[in-house]
């Protein structure tokens, strides 16, 4: 108990010493944003994307028979993981016609294929389990 | 005595005293008792994902206060020259565990989802404030993240200098991460210990599954990125923020001869202060023994790209001067405004026998993208220390 009280308030410490160097480094205005951004995250996440996914899951359930279900939920979170790390590149918001060689690539494309070969192998998975069940049952009959 | 201490304690502890059982019909929606019924919001799932997600931070922690510190350095550091992929390691593991991570803290956050609805709110003083302290988690945890990615596809939505609030809210991080570990200690060793059991009901993921699919989404990203640094894999690297054979002379720009707003000077002169001063032409400079070296450019962005070097020692120059051996040198650009238009030269690398003012890249004169007519290109440092157009080596 002592041992982790001690390490809480190490922590508080460290944390303390972001906070203040955070308020010492930045302008009022920046300070701001950077709150608004520190905040924002956590929000967006509580209260939009966790209530999405719940949303989502229901209607899964709803929809997908049981079987393929937990593939199609397994397909779904590796696309949004995609998605999340693809959207800056997505978004051309940072290509500079001054300088090519930043973000050269067809991102579009890119993120397609990439989605496309993880729903390939989400299938291949799916399928194998599908056979290796199919498999066990006969087993089980011949027995 | 214990007890009489902790009751004393719990009389003065206004959070403590709060009736909370007055308040039992506003416990509604996600605040009902078992509102939450997937097996996957568990504490075996959570530890599990915790322990991985610790290591990842801590590395990303640790390799982001070594590019800080190279940038910022210290009196008293001596960052090494040898190995020259130092920093390409250090720097490509940063960006590369902070992808990495983006899935799993999803995958965290939705394990934990149901306690943010934990009834009572807070049962003391101490409880209100390692729940507080969980803002400061969540909130910085995203904020590395999404500002780290965001940045990295150069693109910069916000009113603050990147890199200085990225430094300061790692530290708001890491110490929330220290307060959340010593407070949930007990929960995740018996969330470790727990095996994940058969909990597989029809027609959803089990907790094993779960696990997979995190994981699983962790390599699928890093799969499209990782390439930027690790170059074999580059060609794997979708979204990756570079290609290390696109650009002028088959390496990538960081910052265009146009954006610095540079032209070529035909009076170019390059002129080293010390104890003496030497102004010398370009053709004097080529005319200097010429030394050829392979290194990479190290992005602080995480990507990297060796290439092949030819020109003059730097040690060669301040030998010209007459410079003092352990001599700080400030390098200076002809660039007029930018921040990383100086960089400073230490020892060791200010004497180290790879450090030279290139004039050839990969067999051909530097483009002027690459900072002709010079560029200052040494081992084991990061890009932006890299001053391109050099005009002026100054000794202090």
């Known amino acids: 108990m002592k041992t982790r009280i001690v390490f809480i308030f190490l922590g508080a410490g460290i944390a303390a010493y972001g906070i203040h160097g955070l308020i ?47 593939f199609v939920q397994a397909g779904l979170f590796v696309t949004a993981a995609l998605t999340l790390v693809a959207l800056p590149f997505l978004s051309g918001r940072g290509y500079r016609a001054t300088n090519p060689s930043a973000l050269p690539l ?28 199919r498999y066990r049952a006969k087993g089980a009959r011949r027995r | 005595m214990v007890q009489r201490t902790r009751t004393r304690l719990s009389r003065l502890d206004p959070v403590a005293r709060i009736p909370w059982q007055k308040f039992e019909r506003l416990r509604r929606g996600p605040l009902r008792e ?9 504490e075996r799932v959570a530890a599990r994902l915790g322990l991985v997600l610790g290591v990842l931070f801590t590395i990303c922690f640790l390799t982001g206060l070594v590019s800080h510190f190279m940038q910022h350095q210290p009196g008293w550091l001596h960052w090494p020259t040898t190995p020259v992929w130092l920093y390409r390691v ?37 409880h209100a404030v390692e729940r507080g302290s969980l803002l400061l988690l969540v909130g910085g945890s995203a904020f590395q993240l999404v500002t780290g990615l965001i940045n990295v596809a150069r693109f910069y939505p916000w009113g603050f200098f990147f890199t200085s609030t990225h430094y300061w809210v790692a530290w708001i991080t890491i110490g929330a991460l220290v307060i959340h570990v010593a407070a949930k200690i007990t929960v995740i060793r018996r969330g470790l210990s727990t095996p994940l059991q058969q909990d597989r009901r029809p027609g959803s993921l089990s907790r094993r599954g779960f696990l997979i699919t995190a994981g699983a989404a962790t390599g699928a990203v890093t799969v499209a990125t990782v390439g930027q640094t690790v170059t074999p894999l580059q060609d794997l690297a979708v979204l990756g923020q570079r290609h290390a054979d696109i650009g002028p002379q088959h390496l990538p720009v960081n910052k265009s001869a146009v954006e610095a707003k540079v032209k070529r000077d035909p009076v170019y002169r390059l002129t080293v202060d010390g104890p003496r001063t030497v102004v010398l032409t370009l053709a004097q400079l080529q005319a200097m023994t010429q030394h050829t070296v392979t290194l990479p450019i190290v992005c602080v962005e995480g990507w990297s790209a060796s290439a092949v070097w030819t020109g003059v020692r730097v040690r060669d120059l301040l030998d010209l001067v007459a410079a003092p051996h352990d001599a700080e040198v400030e390098v200076e650009s002809m660039q007029v405004r930018g921040l990383y238009r100086k960089s400073s030269l230490h020892t060791p690398h200010s004497r180290d026998d790879r450090t030279l003012l290139a004039l050839r890249l990969n067999g051909a004169e530097l483009d002027l993208d690459h900072g002709y007519p010079c560029r200052l290109i040494a081992p084991n440092r990061p890009g932006v220390q890299q001053t391109k157009w050099v005009k002026r080596l100054a000794v202090s």
């Open chain 1, 24 to 70: 010492g480094a930045t302008s009022t205005h920046a300070l701001t944003s950077a709150v608004k951004w520190f905040i924002g995250g956590a929000l967006i996440h509580d209260f939009v994307v966790a209530p999405l996914v719940i949303v989502i899951g229901v209607l899964l359930t709803r929809f997908i028979p049981p079987f393929p279900r937990p």
């Open chain 1, 106 to 133: 067809n991102y579009g494309r890119g993120y397609a294929i990439a989605v496309g070969v993880v729903w390939v192998l989400t299938g291949l998975v799916g399928l194998a389990a599908f056979a290796r069940s």
């Open chain 2, 34 to 42: 078992g509102a939450f019924t997937s097996p996957l919001h568990s």
């Open chain 2, 90 to 126: 250090t720097q490509g593991l940063h960006v590369a565990c902070g992808i990495g991570t983006i899935p799993l803290l999803v995958a965290k956050l939705w394990t934990v989802y149901p306690r943010l609805f934990a009834w009572p709110p807070a049962r003391s003083l101490l």
